[in-house]
């Protein structure tokens, strides 16, 4: 299916409360699924809109377009929001550029370029994915390296 892409830009410097860790590290989830019509996504990657090692992955409980990966925000990653209804996306990408030791951001809003064009692509697949229930943007950074049909998930949290 076709899907139109609108890019969603503001000029516009907004403030943001990322939750904390137990360590106190700021952190931000993936999110989102599809519904019968629309679908919300939330994707996080690095300044190049490439997939980062995630802190953990959800298994359990309610998960259906829920949060599934968690990350740990630095300044310079990227927020891919996507809102689709039928075939149109809304598409707001956001860089953060500054977090204090309250987890509280400051982000702006990129335009949308080549750099992330495999980061839409998840992200729009995302958004068709009927109550999704997994992650589809992140590096499993303890995952087995010499098996490829391995089926880890990232550790639980540090404590």
Request: with cysteine; net charge negative.
């Amino acid at each position: 299916m076709n899907t139109i892409i609108k890019d969603k830009f503001s000029d516009e410097v907004r403030e943001v409360q990322f939750d904390l860790s137990r360590k106190g590290l700021p952190c931000v989830w993936e999110r989102g699924g599809g519904y019968s019509n629309t679908g919300e996504v939330q994707l996080v990657a690095d300044t190049h809109g490439n997939p980062k090692p995630c802190m953990y992955v959800r298994t359990h409980g309610q998960l259906a377009c829920d949060n599934h990966i968690l990350f740990k925000a630095n300044v310079g990653d990227v927020l891919m929001q996507v809102s689709r209804w039928h075939n149109v996306a809304e598409v707001e990408i956001i860089k953060i550029i500054s977090i204090g030791a309250d987890g509280k951001a400051k982000m702006r809003d990129v335009h949308l370029n080549d750099d992330f064009a495999n980061m839409l692509d998840a992200a729009i697949a995302k958004s068709y994915d009927y109550h999704c229930r997994e992650g589809y943007y992140y590096v499993d950074r303890f995952a087995k390296q010499n098996d490829p049909e391995s089926d880890s998930n990232c550790l639980e949290e540090e404590d």
